[in-house]
Structures are given as C-alpha cells and as structure tokens.
C-alpha cells in the first residue's frame, strides 16, 4: 500500500540550531514528494516538492529537503531554525494508481522553536 | 498572490442536518479537491474534481457527500444527514493543469462542529 510515515509526533530544537523533520514513504513507481506546513487555525501552506531531478530540493522560508531513494526518505531540513517555524509540518505523496492522482498525507510532525 | 478562499470559517450544526461548505478556488485553476482533519489526526483526501466531475474519490467520500460547482467561482461540499464523527477541519484546495507537474494550493478551513 501506498504511504507515507513520519515518525516524530514533536521536534523541540533551540532558535539558531539546525533542524530536521523526518519522512519515509512507500510508494511503487517514482513518487511525487511535497511538505506542506499548517500555522494555527491556518491551511496547509506549499514548502516545496521534489519531482525528478537534484536530490536535494530547496523550498519557502530556508526550508529544504533531500530525496534519497535508497532509503525512501524526504527529510526537511533547515540549518537554523527561527521560533517562527513553530507548527505543524506535513508530508505528503502524490502517485498514479488506475489513471488518477491520489495523495497520501503523514500524520504531521509538530516543531517546536524554543527561543 | 491568488489564494484560495472558503466560507464559512466556522460551521455548527446539529446531527442530521445537511451542510454546504463553500471554497472558491483560483480562477485559472481546473483541479478542485476536498480533504478533511478530524482533530489531532492527519488530512485525508476526500474528492477530487475536474471538468465538472469526480475524477477520484477515497472510501470516506460516500453517499453522504456531494460535490458541485454551481457556476464557474465557486466549489462546494455538500455533507447530507450530518453525523457527529463529521466534525472536522475541510480544506479545500486547487491546483492548475499541467503535465503533472503541480501542487495543490490549500484554502484555510471550514471548522465544522455537529452536535
């Protein structure tokens, strides 16, 4: 079955570290990757997507993410972290199956800057 | 930039009534979709819509549910005979077509609450 695992409910990192939000994804065929991140009482906000091509993919305010096929990971990452980054991230993959598009969200990841 | 809207933000509602929750999406845009969030949990595709049809739907959109664009702004998801387990977050969202080469632009939210 086509999904997608994040396995942190909640990252805590300090203002100015580097951080790291995790996702793994099973997908057969070459997966569309997204992150999509969602303020409070806001809608899921586009970061950024990987399609094909360079594996590590630059996005919205720093964000970035690395494609890395081997261990069906789409990690995001960003080097230094501002508190407001805090919220919820989501992952997200997008595949073909019977000729239509579906897309399948992570149970989200919630980061929390600490100053 | 363009974005997506949905009205209201806020819906109550008694069991068994029916609701319309209301997105109008960008206006060059062709794909429509409606996903939910029932709270703490993760988003879950409900309906995708394109050329005044459905062209996916999961196991959740059943009978119950409705979708419909009445004129050529506006996208609708009617929920029939409201049950309290509707309760949830809907976002609705749109993308452009394209070679397959897009993401999904999400509106706020409707909250909608059944009593």
């Known amino acids: 079955a086509q999904s997608v695992a994040q396995p942190e409910d909640q990252v805590n990192v300090a203002e100015g570290n580097p951080l790291t939000v995790k996702c793994t994804y099973s997908v057969s065929g070459n997966p569309y990757l997204f992150w999509y991140v969602q303020y409070p009482n806001r809608g899921l906000q586009f970061l950024l997507k990987?399609?094909?091509?360079?594996?590590l993919v630059k996005g919205s305010y720093g964000f970035e993410a690395e494609f890395n096929k081997s261990q069906t990971s789409f990690h995001l990452k960003k080097p230094s972290a501002l508190v407001s980054d805090s919220a919820l991230y989501f992952c997200?993959?997008?595949?073909?199956?019977?000729?239509?598009?579906?897309?399948?969200f992570g149970t989200g990841t919630k980061l929390q800057v600490i100053p | 930039e363009p974005e997506v809207t949905q009205t209201p933000s806020h819906q109550v509602t008694q069991m068994g009534q029916e609701v319309i929750l209301r997105c109008v999406p960008i206006?060059?845009?062709?794909?429509f979709y409606w996903y939910r969030q029932i709270l703490g949990q993760k988003v879950e595709f409900l309906v995708s819509?394109?050329?005044?049809?459905?062209?996916?739907k999961s196991e959740i959109f059943d009978d119950q549910f409705s979708v419909e664009r009445p004129d050529g702004s506006n996208f609708t998801l009617k929920i029939r005979s409201t049950k309290l387990e509707d309760s949830a977050m809907y976002f609705c969202?749109?993308?452009?077509?394209?070679?397959?080469?897009?993401?999904?632009?999400f509106g706020p939210g409707t909250r909608l609450t059944v009593t």
């Open positions: 990987y399609i094909t091509g360079d594996n």
């Open positions: 969202a749109s993308s452009p077509i394209s070679t397959g080469l897009y993401e999904q632009y």
């Open positions: 997200a993959v997008r595949f073909y199956s019977g000729g239509y598009q579906k897309v399948t």
């Open positions: 206006s060059n845009h062709l794909y």
């Open positions: 819509f394109y050329n005044n049809e459905i062209s996916e």
